[in-house]
């Protein structure tokens, strides 16, 4: 198993530019969450998905879209990025009975100029 | 909404025993875990808890007092590799949400 994967691990955007972050597992885990992490503020929920097909909004959704297409990916969307984007970005998958022990991907290290 | 509060920073010496607090407050309450963070890395699973009282795994145990809405992380015999950042995080309807994480300096 590769457990929870994401691409790319590190990227430099400019303002205005748009991208994909890429999270993929392999565990069959129906629940999907991002997460962003900066200097003392902890992790903090983007958005999560408790199966293919539904999605739902965390504490910090906007600027970002997500879309859970298949039980295995769900990507997330960076609109029109801005500095305060600038972050590492998890996601995170659990199984729905134990969504409590959830897998962490590697991280994604953004920097938005 | 949910929220927790956990203190920021807490300093133990090698081969003592430390504790984490952790309240909370969220509606629909499901559990609250804990995971470790190293610096540069991503958060792995340490222990959860569903129910009143203490969970032990290993050298770390976890208590939770649900009328209090308080837990507790307890690492004992502290190792220097325990240096990390420890974070609660509750579970409420269908969202887990994270505390902002204690950093755990460990003097030798």
């Known amino acids: ?113 | 909404g949910q929220s927790l509060e956990q203190p920021s920073e807490v300093t133990a010496v090698e081969g003592a025993i430390v504790q984490i607090n952790c309240t909370y407050q969220t509606s629909g309450f499901y559990g609250l875990s804990w995971y470790q963070q190293h610096d540069g890395g991503a958060p792995t699973f340490l222990s959860y808890n569903a129910l009143d009282g203490l969970e032990e795994t290993g050298r770390f145990s976890s208590f939770l007092s649900r009328s209090d809405s308080y837990g507790y992380l307890l690492l004992q015999e502290l190792q220097m590799k325990d240096s990390a950042s420890y974070f609660c995080a509750v579970k409420g309807d269908d969202k887990i949400i994270f505390g902002k994480g204690t950093r755990l300096h460990i003097l030798p």
């Open chain 1, 1 to 113: 198993n590769a457990g929870v994967t994401q691409t790319p691990k590190f990227q430099v955007l400019k303002t205005g530019q748009s991208m994909t972050l890429q999270c993929a597992q392999d565990m069959n885990h129906e629940y999907m969450s991002w997460y962003r992490q900066d200097p003392g503020m902890g992790l903090r929920l983007i958005h999560y998905s408790v199966g293919a097909g539904i999605t739902d909004q965390g504490e910090v959704p906007n600027g970002y879209n997500v879309s859970r297409s298949t039980t295995e990916d769900f990507p997330l969307r960076l609109l029109s990025a801005a500095p305060s984007q600038t972050s590492v970005y998890f996601c995170a998958s659990s199984y729905s009975s134990s969504p409590y022990e959830q897998y962490f991907g590697p991280g994604t290290r953004l920097t938005v100029t």
